[in-house]
């Protein structure tokens, strides 16, 4: 008695199997319309491009938005306005671990600085020195204008940047340690050497020359863009700064230098990135000469399918370009990794491709010379019924766990998914009608023989009748349907071996343990910051990064505490004042705040204006009236005497940016306290240096803590960061990898039962994939491949393109009649296997060619892809067969029945004809 589940299960494969043979006889009785009609639906789409826009801005991709960083960002932002431009040069002698301050060396990083200074850079038109673009703030030691009003950070300053002062100093050594104390040298000197009694330097192997720009993102409109782009400081690092380090080689001798621009990390990484471009091109070359010789014969003419090669690629295409306009029409924004969206398509579509070309081999049943196009239109319909459904699964699964995914709170995974989404719809769309009207003409040629190519020329000779003489692969002797060689390995020599007694405990085994391993290693598995792993190798960022850790391994994230309030600051003073002893003692532990011992670790206006009250009153700062405590007696004369001491030209210059103002200018809206901390770094099992973030995280966090500890003994205070933004998505991607994973695979569970009938099949298919899933992440942690912005994604990716192998053997079991499990088995393989097996071979190895790229984007991606297709392909292969075989359910009404026998039927000899026996 059939059950209601079973009930169920046939009227939905029925309906699958009717809707798709209507569409399959229209597409094939009109395939040169079908192919107009699907280009038009592509140039509809693409009108979306109208709206089409992008986003390259990290803090709008990989950060959830409206996050407390973002709120804390900009309250800054509201008041000291945004972040400068960073560009730093670390100097060193040109003889490895040489002493640096030497006269001769010195003077000549004074040239090579006057160069960057005076240099012009030309951008639309407009002439640009580092006077025009610095920020302001800066100090020197006897001078306020020229260079000294812009923030320029180094030693030099003691000779106010000026060569003819450090020429006439006959005692430069002395002048270099009164840049401040033993602690103040430290910070900003690389391996610096002191006097064991007086504690005078001696000398050191490097110090830093680094120059700050104001941000000019706004006045280029690329916030409304969605990029970061600053043409005009861009146009200044690359024409003067990088072109004056660069020739540090010839012009400065004595120097050796690695430096960073604010332009350096976006030219590596996108340099990286078209570079391996290249390599996306010979992959799809790739795939179209796999495609060709394994669709059909390898050398053009009877059975060979180049032009289907080139179809499934078009496929792709059309797919992909009605997909990205439909999109861009949604207001969705394209980001830096929609680019692999082509290659993700490529490998769905060459598997919908593959599973087509089979079932229409499949359901001739006769020579090609003798069919006519109403022949060929019902093999058409007849094809397509039965591979639909099997199409149709694979695609509602992979539809939805890229759905699923659409939801995230990181904005890029989000965009990323959904235009993944609409793009696996398309091709499913153009799969079922571009293909296979293309398929159907293809048909015509070959049975008419005619050239590949050339298809309006007839050959003269070599046709099918020719041809019938040789059985091949695909039509034999009498012209019917024969299996290939794949095929007939999975009938005579994979399913068998699988399914004896001793294979199932093997590959039982053997899957357990590869569970195994695989959850000891996704538990270990950890988020880390993988920003350094961008940068290729080879490229002087990575020269510039080795000799930060090198001469600089306590300096880390810059950090900053904003206190509001002009009240509340000036009735705080004293407090404020002394902030460092609340900040003291926390670098070992969280929050890894830096010693505030130097000025490069602490620098705090309130503490300047209170030692230089201290010692020198207010008499060349306003003459404001002190109180018993050496402070202005009012709140009014206490913000005209900051303002006078923290002015450009006043003796706080170096505060100049470190206090907000009213617009009426009489009180104060906000002070920042720059602090730093230590360098939140570990060093990986392979010696590499990364940095940590987990240490990053907890530093974030447990500073919020810290300064909401301090309650109302402080102003109202925020921690700000540039990096705090990131931190947070470092924060949450492990729970949206997790997540999305637990999410996707429940919807998938859905999809599958809905479309595959079968609750214990569906069940089958998707612990299947949850294993393959489990054991992705596992081998992630032997390959070091961290959870980061690039693996979260590749991860999604894997739950789509797992699933395909196990539901095409899923769905193909459900449609083999019978009651020996083992028998319905061995027909699925035969069936279908050798179609997922060639549809996983051709992702590979375009996988493969993306293993050399230079680039970490693509070379994840490569090694992801990787283990999903050879994880996928033997979950789908070995194990669902098998666990099929023993608790598989009943198939479906309209299942065909097994012909002839086999090796899994008892009482067979080892010397019968395996093959299929068709009837005559």
């Known amino acids: 008695m059939t059950s209601c589940v079973e009930k169920y299960g046939n009227k939905v494969e029925s309906f699958i199997t009717r809707i798709f ?49 973002e709120i804390e960002t900009r309250i800054y932002e509201s008041y000291f306005g945004s972040s400068s431009r960073f560009n730093t040069i670390i100097i060193q002698a040109d003889t490895a671990r040489d002493n640096v301050l030497t006269r001769e060396r010195l003077e000549a990083a004074i040239k090579m600085h006057l160069e960057i200074e005076t240099n012009k850079a030309t951008v639309e038109g407009d002439d640009y020195t580092l006077l025009d673009l610095c920020t302001s703030g800066g100090s020197c030691v006897s001078r306020f204008d020229g260079v000294c009003r812009c923030l320029v950070s180094s030693i030099l300053r003691q000779w106010n940047y000026d060569l003819a002062t450090f020429q006439n100093d006959t005692d430069f050594m002395t002048t270099l340690n009164a840049y401040g104390s033993k602690e103040d040298l430290t910070a900003v000197l690389g391996n610096p050497v002191f006097d064991d009694d007086s504690g005078t330097l001696l000398s050191a192997q490097a110090f830093t020359l680094s120059y700050f720009l104001d941000d000019r993102t706004a006045e280029a409109g690329s916030d409304e863009k969605g990029t970061d782009a600053d043409p005009i400081n861009e146009g200044w690092e690359k024409d003067v700064f990088l ?15 690695d430096y960073l621009a604010g332009r350096s990390f976006s030219d590596e990484f996108g340099s990286a990135i078209s570079g391996d471009l290249f390599l996306v091109q010979v992959a799809y070359v790739v795939v179209f000469l796999f495609l060709g010789a394994n669709l059909g014969r390898i050398i053009p003419g009877p059975e060979s399918r180049w032009t289907m090669s080139l179809a499934a690629l078009f496929m792709v295409g059309l797919s992909t370009g009605a997909g990205f306009g439909l999109s861009s029409a949604f207001g969705l924004f394209f980001g830096p990794v929609h680019s692999l969206l082509p290659f993700i398509l490529l490998g769905i579509g060459v598997d919908d491709a593959f599973v087509i070309v089979n079932a229409f081999d499949r359901e001739r049943s006769g020579s090609r010379k003798g069919e006519s196009n109403d022949d060929l239109a019902k093999r058409g319909a007849r094809a397509l019924a039965r591979a639909g ?35 696996i719809v398309f091709l499913w769309i153009f799969a079922s009608t571009f293909f296979t009207a293309s398929l159907v003409l293809d048909e015509r040629r070959q049975r008419d023989n005619r050239r590949e190519c050339l298809c309006w020329l007839t050959r003269k000779k070599g046709g099918l009748e020719e041809d019938d003489e040789n059985e091949g692969e695909g039509e034999g002797n009498d012209g019917k349907f024969h299996e290939g060689n794949v095929s007939l390995y999975f009938r005579n020599v994979h399913a068998p071996t699988i399914l004896s007694r001793f294979g199932k405990v093997v590959v039982c085994l053997f899957f357990s343990a590869l569970l195994g391993l695989g959850i000891w290693g996704a538990l270990n598995l950890s988020v880390e910051n993988t920003e350094r792993a ?155 240096v990364i940095d940590d973030a987990v240490k990053q995280i907890d530093a974030m966090d447990e500073t919020r803590e ?141 996988v493969v060619v993306l293993l050399f790229s230079s680039s970490y984007v693509f070379a994840t991606l490569s090694k992801q892809f990787a283990l999903t297709v050879g994880f996928g392909v033997i ?30 039927d008892k009482k067979v000899g080892d010397d019968h004809d395996l093959a299929l026996e068709h009837d005559a």
Request: glycine share 8%; aromatic share 10%; proline share 4%.
């Open 534 to 688: 961008f940068i290729p190798s080879g490229s002087y960022l990575t020269d510039y990064i080795n000799a930060a850790d090198k001469y600089y391994p306590s300096s880390g994230i810059d950090l900053d505490f904003i206190f509001e309030g002009s009240s509340s600051i000036y009735e705080k003073r004293v407090a404020l004042s002394e902030l460092d002893t609340r900040l003291s003692g926390k670098s070992s532990q969280p929050p890894y705040i830096a010693e505030p011992t130097s000025e490069r670790t602490y620098r705090n206006v309130m503490a300047g204006l209170r030692n230089y009250l201290t010692s020198q009153g207010t008499a060349a700062i306003g003459g404001a009236t002190l109180g018993a405590d050496n402070w202005p007696t009012s709140e009014s004369d206490f913000v005209s005497t900051i303002k006078a001491y923290a002015s450009i030209t006043g003796p706080g210059a170096v505060y100049f940016q470190d206090v907000s103002y009213s617009d009426d200018g009489i009180q104060i809206d906000a002070i920042r306290v720059q602090s730093s901390y230590v360098a939140l770094t570990k060093t990986k099992n392979n010696g590499y």
């Open 706 to 846: 810290l300064i909401s500890s301090w309650g109302d003994e402080l102003p109202t205070a925020y921690p700000y960061s540039q990096n705090f933004i990131g931190i947070e998505g470092f924060k949450i991607i492990r729970y949206e990898l997790f997540f999305n994973v637990a999410l996707a695979l429940v919807a998938v569970a859905v999809i599958v039962l809905v479309t595959v009938a079968s609750p214990v099949t569906a069940f089958l298919i998707t612990i299947n994939v949850a294993f393959c899933i489990v054991e992705i992440l596992g081998f992630m942690y032997f390959l070091d491949i961290a959870i980061d912005s690039v693996s979260v994604i590749n991860i999604v990716l894997s739950v789509g393109l797992s699933i395909d192998y196990s539901a095409h053997i899923g769905h193909s079991f459900m449609t083999k009649g019978g009651d020996n499990k083992d028998r319905r088995v061995l027909e699925a393989l035969s069936d279908i296997g050798a179609a997922v097996l060639s549809g996983a071979a051709t992702t590979f190895l375009a």
């Open 21 to 69: 043979g209507q569409v399959g006889n229209y597409v094939s009785t009109k395939p040169r319309q079908t192919i107009v009609l699907s280009f038009l639906l592509t140039a509809i789409c693409g009108a979306g491009f109208a709206r089409w826009t992008t986003e390259n801005r990290a803090e709008k991709l990989w950060v959830p938005q409206d996050t407390i960083a």
């Open 875 to 904: 979950h789908g292969l070995v194990l669902l067969p098998v666990l099929l075989s023993l608790v598989g359910p009943k198939a479906f009404e309209t299942a065909e029945m097994p012909r002839g026998i086999s090796k899994v």
């Open 243 to 257: 072109a004056t380090v660069e020739s540090v080689p010839s012009n400065f001798t004595s120097l050796s230098v």
């Open 389 to 423: 459904a099997s199409i149709t699964v694979t695609s509602f699964t992979d539809l939805v766990a890229f759905a699923i995914s659409a939801s995230s709170s990181l904005p890029a995974l989000a965009s990323f998914c959904a235009y993944a989404s609409v793009g």
